[in-house]
């Protein structure tokens, strides 16, 4: 929910602010601070040092969006993704191996635009002009989004049954939590980027 669908009325809404963390917020550090039209810069600015004094990575809306930035991204790959499977490119299980052992692990520590800037010789300059086109060519052929339903919600949600019974979703949340905390103890000791 934006923030101003529910503080425009408020009497103090300058100092309202959205802070919306990832799940779970314990071993996934990013909360975007998220303002309403109205809410005050010193207001915004306030959360943001909270959310760093708590050991949190603040990212910053500059406005707010419906979405947020972190579900925007996510939703986009959740829709190739089910455009990719619809459209008999490949399947459920395919996605999920190319972010858990491609995507994933590189965006575990640099992020897309981060991974660009390396990708090409002379960085991201050099990126935009060796790929900008094919990028710009094959987002076109995106197309509007689908719903999650019919033949192709049957064969992923048989996919994810079958290799996550439904029955089990706490031990595989349980293992999923154990997996992020290693994660979260071996980010606190990997070496700093060079810059």
């Not at 499977?85 to 994933?104: E, H, S, W």
């Not at 049954?161 to 000791?189: C, H, S, T, Y």
């Amino acid at each position: 929910i934006m923030p101003s669908q529910f503080t425009e009325s408020l009497t103090h809404r300058g100092n309202c602010v959205v802070c919306h963390p990832v799940n779970p917020p314990h071993y996934c550090p990013a909360v975007e601070v998220i303002p309403s039209p109205w809410t005050l810069p010193e207001s915004q600015a306030r959360a943001v040092q909270v959310m760093q004094d708590i050991g949190m990575k603040p990212v910053v809306a500059k406005k707010e969006c419906d979405g947020f930035i972190l579900n925007r991204l996510q939703y986009a790959v959740l829709q190739e993704g089910w455009r990719l499977i619809q459209d008999g490119v490949c399947d459920a299980k395919d996605i999920d191996t190319v972010m858990t052992a491609g995507l994933g692990i590189r965006w575990s520590f640099i992020g897309p635009f981060e991974t660009a800037h390396l990708n090409a010789p002379d960085g991201m300059r050099d990126y935009a002009e060796r790929y900008s086109a094919g990028i710009v060519r094959v987002s076109e052929s995106f197309g509007r989004p689908r719903p999650f339903e019919g033949p192709t919600l049957d064969q992923v949600a048989g996919y994810l049954e079958g290799e996550m019974p439904v029955e089990k979703l706490g031990e595989v949340r349980e293992w999923r939590d154990k997996v992020l905390k290693d994660m979260a103890i071996f980010r606190q000791n990997m070496p700093e980027r060079p810059s």
